[in-house]
């Protein structure tokens, strides 16, 4: 699309949006267009004004009359209406007028009615105008720290790190580490938007404020309830004209396991008392171990009996401080820094899996083992192991260059055959190229075809762990650019 086509578009969009609303009956004013949305028997003038990226964003919506629609969670800061959520900003939807105006009644009839089926959106930072300070203020379980008074010290990256403390009596102003305290909000229907508005509904507001005042905090971190769902913001809070407080928000978060683990997925709990082998820990395997450990898997046993050279590096989690470990210890590091999970427990084995007893003792000791080895006589070897004690492996391997990778149940779960191959679809001739050590032309796989064929095991590891597969038998798939894709 050219400049000029583009142009065209916008300028289209907001023409054919403007002549919708003449025709509803909204007439322009200073703001915007003016006009009534009818819902029930009653009628609301309306300010709809197009912002600047109008059509890329929905049109901005304020009563004509800003205290005469009450205050609730669906009203931003400055009174306007919150009519599109961030998960509904697909298809621009907004540029129909018609459309428009009944999403704007369909508003008024929710509000109307008091919001029966609302969502618990914890966003009451919101509400207030942000600090001119930018750093990100850090805590932990939140609820340990009930109406306590905590201090926030300077950390990496331009944050806070909260521990427990109280400002010194003799604090130098200039102190770099900043005091708080943590209140409870309780009973209210609608977000404040204020510090005396918030006030209103402390229960100890007045020993709050107090501490306010007298220079002992200038942080209040607030933590509150929707429909059983934990919230907290962090307010910067100073005294200004005429001794009022003011209470500004700050960009916080989380540090406890709750929060990190939110995003997990919904199988996240169930894959917490799993435990899961994965035997080589090379380019595939350490993605997997990664990829489970985030997906909620928090007991990994890593078996390989290499190390990390200079060339895995391209293709391989870990990076340059890890040349010279073992893959098994850079991989086990690597897992441990990242995501510092105090439930974590990783085994580590740092031998060539070569033996039928071994086999069967890992098989029949773990939930399900997978096979990342890219070696034939270990597939083979687990293949049997796992038939001779009726339990599965997972195997997963990159073919034809890194082309196609295939991801299989081994023995499957029913009598379906096994995948089939892949005819390899085709690439351009490469020139075969040794490195130092190697016996064999370095695999010219590239990167993303690693990730692919990991994060398709992962997929598979979830889906057997949770009582789920995805295929009895497992998969193939093309991952050349050039390929036709192809599932089996």
């Known amino acids: 699309m050219s400049i000029d086509r583009y142009d065209d578009f916008v300028a289209y969009a907001r023409m054919h ?3 919708g609303l003449l025709r509803a009956g909204f007439a322009t004013t200073s703001g915007g267009w003016i006009g009534s949305i009818m819902h029930g ?16 964003v929905p049109p901005r919506v304020v009563p004509a009359a800003i205290d005469t629609v009450s205050w609730s969670w669906h009203r931003e800061r400055d009174g306007a209406l919150c009519l599109v959520a961030e ?3 697909d298809g621009l939807w907004w540029v129909e007028p018609v459309e428009f ?16 089926e609302d969502r618990p959106d914890l966003d009451l930072e919101r509400y207030f105008d942000p600090s001119p300070d930018r750093r990100v203020y850090l805590y932990d379980e939140i609820t340990d720290y009930l109406s306590a008074f905590v201090r926030f010290r300077p950390a990496a990256n331009n944050t806070m790190m909260m521990v427990r403390g109280t400002r010194p009596r003799k604090a130098r102003r200039q102190h770099k580490d900043r ?14 938007r204020s510090w005396s508005d918030l006030a209103e509904r402390l229960p100890n507001a007045l020993e709050v404020d107090r501490k306010i005042r007298d220079g002992s905090i200038s942080i209040v971190l607030v933590v509150y309830r929707r ?23 700050l960009i916080s978060g989380s540090t406890g396991a709750v929060a990190r683990n939110v995003r997990a997925g919904i199988l996240a709990p169930a894959l917490g008392s799993k435990k899961v082998a994965i035997v080589g820990v090379g380019a595939i395997g350490s993605f997997i171990a990664d990829a489970l450990v985030r997906s909620g898997v928090r007991n990994l046993t890593l078996i390989d009996a290499d190390i990390v050279l200079p060339g ?9 401080s890890s040349i010279g470990l073992a893959k098994v210890e850079a991989v086990s590091r690597h897992i441990i820094g990242r995501y510092d999970m105090a439930d974590l427990h990783l085994e580590l084995d740092a031998q060539r899996l070569d033996n039928g ?12 083992v997978v096979n990342a080895s890219a070696e034939f006589a270990t597939t083979a070897l687990l293949h049997v192991a796992a038939e001779s004690v009726g339990q599965h492996v997972l195997s997963v391997a990159l073919l034809d260059q890194g082309a196609t990778y295939r991801v299989d149940v081994l023995p499957p779960f029913s009598d379906v055959e096994v995948v089939p191959p892949l005819d390899a679809p085709l690439t351009e001739q490469v020139i075969e190229l040794f490195d130092s050590g190697c016996g064999s032309p370095i695999s010219p796989t590239p990167p993303h075809a690693v990730m692919e064929a990991a994060a398709a095991a992962a997929r598979h590891v979830i889906g057997i762990l949770s009582g789920r597969p995805i295929h009895d038998a497992g998969e193939s798939r093309s991952v050349a650019p050039q390929g036709e894709i192809r599932v089996s």
């Open 357 to 368: 007893a071994d086999a069967v003792e890992i098989i029949t000791t773990h939930d399900l």
């Open 101 to 116: 105006l009944q999403h704007i009644s369909a508003w008024f009839e929710e509000a109307d009615a008091g919001w029966p």
């Open 227 to 249: 429909s059983d769902q934990l919230g907290v913001f962090a307010l910067d809070v100073s005294i200004e004209v005429e001794r009022s407080i003011t209470a500004r928000s």
């Open 87 to 89: 998960d509904d900003h």
């Open 17 to 19: 949006f403007e002549e």
């Open 179 to 192: 005091y708080g305290y943590v209140v409870e909000l309780e009973n209210f229907d609608t977000p404040p």
């Open 312 to 320: 895995n590096l391209i293709r391989h989690l870990v990076g340059p």
């Open 41 to 56: 028997a009653n009628s609301t003038d309306v300010i709809i004004a197009l912002p600047s990226r109008f059509p890329f």
